[in-house]
């Protein structure tokens, strides 16, 4: 500790350091340093650290998006695969326009 009694900011050489950051090693005043995650980093260091964790974060929503997507075209596709099954299920006397001539309760 006696070696930072001795360091100046590096940004402002005219002021006196009172930390030195654990990322580059360089020391820093008061107003250079930022607490990040319970450490204590200059502006630069934390801009990268923020850079690297919002890299992962885009990996995730990218992958998150194509799987919303392949979802959505999975629902579509079970959705006109069964409105097609009922379709088929129709009898033809209801194409030929017959079906209107029996009772409902006859219709099988």
Same mark, same amino acid.
């Given at each position: 500790?006696? /070696?930072?009694?001795? &360091?100046?900011? $590096?940004?402002? #050489?005219?002021?006196?350091? =009172?930390?030195?950051?654990? !990322?580059?090693?360089?020391?820093?005043?008061?107003?250079? *340093? #930022?607490?990040? !995650? /319970?450490? =204590?980093?200059?502006?630069?260091?934390?801009?990268? $650290?923020?850079?690297?964790?919002?890299?992962?974060?885009?990996?995730?929503?990218?992958?998150?998006?194509?799987? &919303?997507?392949?979802?959505?075209?999975? #629902?579509?596709?079970?959705?006109?695969?069964?409105?097609?099954?009922?379709?088929?299920? *129709?009898?033809?006397?209801?194409? !030929?326009?017959? =079906?209107?001539? *029996?009772?409902?309760? &006859? *219709? &099988?």
């Amino acid at each position: 500790m006696q /070696d930072l009694a001795y &360091q100046r900011c $590096l940004n402002h #050489t005219f002021r006196e350091a =009172v930390a030195r950051c654990p !990322e580059c090693g360089h020391y820093f005043c008061r107003e250079c *340093i #930022t607490e990040h !995650e /319970d450490r =204590v980093v200059c502006a630069s260091c934390l801009r990268k $650290l923020v850079e690297s964790s919002a890299g992962g974060r885009h990996r995730v929503r990218v992958i998150a998006g194509a799987a &919303q997507c392949f979802l959505g075209v999975l #629902t579509a596709w079970l959705f006109f695969y069964l409105v097609g099954r009922v379709l088929v299920l *129709i009898p033809t006397s209801f194409h !030929e326009g017959t =079906v209107w001539e *029996i009772p409902w309760w &006859q *219709i &099988q």
